[in-house]
C-alpha cells in the first residue's frame, strides 16, 4: 500500500462547479497536511495546510482532515479555468525531516 | 523579497558529463530540500541540508550524487558521470525552520537533458 494515494485522474469539472479532490494516507502518525499545486512546467506551490480534524477554509478552498478514516480532502469552490492544475497532496508524520508526497490529481476545468 | 532562486534553468549535459545545480534559498531560511520530478510522475525526495550539515540524504542514489549547503553560497547538487536516465526536473525547495518541511517555498527548477 502506498503511503499517500491519490487519484490520477484527470478530473474534469464544468467552470463554477466544485471540484473535489481526495487524498487517503496510511500511517496514522501523520500529523501535518499539505496540499501544493502545480501548473504543468512549474514547481510546487503551497496553497492549504491543515492540523487538526475537520475543515479549514481560505477563499475558495476548503481543506477536509479526517484522521479516524485517513483522509485529507481538498475543496475547489466556483472552480476556474486557472485552477486547472495538478495537485498534490503531502503529509509529515511528525518527527520526519520530509514530507510524503502523493503522486496527484489532474484537474481540468472547463470553461 | 526575492524567491528560491535556482539555476540553470536548463542545462543539457552528454553522458559522462558533470551536472551542477545550484540553489539560493529564500532570505532567513536555513533548511533546504532537493527533490527529483520525471514527466508524468511525482516528487522524489532526494535530500535535506542545513548550513554546512546534510540532515537526511535517504533519497540519494549511493553513487554519483552529492550536495552540499556551506556557510556560505548556495546549496550545490552534483551529479557526476550523469546517464540519460538522470534527465529530470530538480526542484529546490526552502523552509524556515525545522518543523516547517511541511509548508515548503520551491524554486523555478533546473530541467537536466542528457543527451
Known amino acids: 500500500q502506498k503511503e499517500v494515494e491519490q487519484n490520477s485522474g484527470p478530473l474534469s469539472v464544468p467552470e463554477g462547479a466544485i471540484a473535489s479532490l481526495n487524498c487517503t494516507y496510511s500511517?496514522?502518525?501523520?500529523?501535518?497536511f499539505f496540499w501544493y499545486r502545480q501548473y504543468s512546467g512549474k514547481s510546487p506551490e503551497l496553497i492549504m495546510s491543515?492540523?487538526s480534524n475537520g475543515d479549514k477554509e481560505d477563499g475558495r478552498f476548503t481543506a477536509q482532515l479526517n484522521k479516524a478514516s485517513q483522509y485529507v480532502s481538498l475543496l475547489i469552490r466556483d472552480s476556474q479555468p486557472s485552477d486547472s492544475a495538478t495537485y498534490l497532496c503531502?503529509?509529515?508524520?511528525?518527527?520526519?525531516?520530509?514530507?510524503?508526497w502523493g503522486l496527484g490529481t489532474s484537474l481540468a476545468v472547463n470553461p | 523579497n526575492a524567491g528560491v532562486m535556482q539555476n540553470p534553468r536548463h542545462l543539457v549535459r552528454r553522458r559522462g558529463q558533470e551536472a551542477r545545480l545550484r540553489c539560493s534559498p529564500m532570505?532567513?531560511?536555513?533548511?533546504v530540500y532537493w527533490y527529483r520530478q520525471l514527466p508524468e510522475e511525482g516528487l522524489k525526495f532526494m535530500v535535506y541540508?542545513?548550513?554546512?550539515?546534510?540532515?537526511?540524504e535517504s533519497g540519494m542514489p549511493k553513487e554519483r550524487f552529492s550536495a552540499e549547503f556551506p556557510k556560505e553560497g548556495p546549496s550545490i547538487l552534483r551529479i557526476q558521470q550523469v546517464v540519460r536516465g538522470d534527465s529530470a526536473a530538480y526542484f529546490c525547495?526552502?523552509?524556515?525552520?525545522?518543523?516547517?518541511?511541511?509548508?515548503?517555498?520551491f524554486g523555478e527548477g533546473s530541467r537536466l537533458t542528457v543527451l
Open positions: 491543515i492540523y
Open positions: 532570505k532567513g531560511h536555513s533548511h
Open positions: 525547495a526552502s523552509s524556515p525552520r525545522q518543523d516547517g518541511a511541511g509548508e515548503l517555498f
Open positions: 541540508l542545513q548550513k554546512e550539515n546534510i540532515i537526511d
Open positions: 500511517d496514522r502518525g501523520s500529523q501535518s
Open positions: 503531502a503529509l509529515n508524520a511528525g518527527n520526519n525531516r520530509k514530507l510524503i
